[in-house]
């Protein structure tokens, strides 16, 4: 079993759609769960970090922890051509940082 | 603003030469970090340096080596290249501090060996 699992996608959605990307991971050690967008030709960018189960908004964006389930997700609501991107979901404790593959997300005008 | 920047955007090199990419950082960062990229597998480790001429293996250093002679720099080198190491090379820097998180990437070196 792979450390952290991700929905593979592609993910095709229209723009105003609310899109849920998922991973699921195994340690229970990690710490900080994180989300990155990664734009074509470009590096990732840190999107939203969490460190506790909960959620956390920001604009657009909640990011969700459930530790108890090791689930998390990322929300975005209103989706817009501009957040078509690759999105991975990261996580660690202390030095190591383990990513997930990536969900390819393509918002259509 | 903060910067990550990798000496090249496309790469194309033959069977067996050596190939060095560098990466170069400009916020004081002690961790630097070199990734692989390949469709379906995400981002997977290679080396990683906690600081100058400090390095450790990640979970894929075979063929690869690494030189951190200069806080800011942080070179791969690919002693003999071969076909399977065609991919997508991310660099990435941290700052050494337990509870940081986020790690600042540069834009990738996509490396095709023939």
């Known amino acids: 079993q792979k450390e952290v699992e991700q929905d593979p996608g592609p993910l095709s959605v229209p723009e105003g759609a609310i899109v849920s990307l998922n991973c699921t991971y195994s340690n229970s050690a990690f710490q900080y769960f994180m989300w990155y967008r990664q734009y074509s030709r470009k590096g990732p960018e840190l999107l939203m970090y969490?460190?506790?189960?909960g959620n956390k908004e920001d604009g657009r964006f909640t990011a969700q922890v459930d530790k108890s389930s090791k689930y998390i997700s990322l929300f975005i609501r209103d989706s817009q051509p501009s957040d078509s991107a690759t999105y991975l979901c990261?996580?660690?404790?202390?030095?190591?940082?383990?990513f997930g593959p990536g969900t390819r997300l393509s918002v259509l005008p | 603003d903060v910067k990550v920047t990798q000496s090249s955007r496309y790469l194309v090199k033959r069977t067996g030469e050596k190939v060095f990419l560098e990466c170069v950082q400009d916020m004081d960062h002690e961790n630097m970090f070199w990734y692989r990229q390949d469709p379906g597998l995400g981002l997977r480790l290679i080396y990683f340096s906690y600081d100058v001429k400090m390095k450790e293996k990640g979970d894929i250093p075979e063929g690869y080596s690494v030189s951190r002679e200069k806080k800011e720099r942080f070179s791969l080198i690919l002693e003999s290249a071969s076909t399977n190491q065609t991919s997508m090379y991310l660099c990435a820097s941290r700052i050494r501090d337990r509870v940081s998180y986020e790690q600042f990437f540069g834009p990738g070196t996509r490396l095709t060996v023939l």
């Open positions: 990261a996580m660690n404790y202390g030095q190591n940082f383990v």
């Open positions: 969490t460190y506790s189960s």
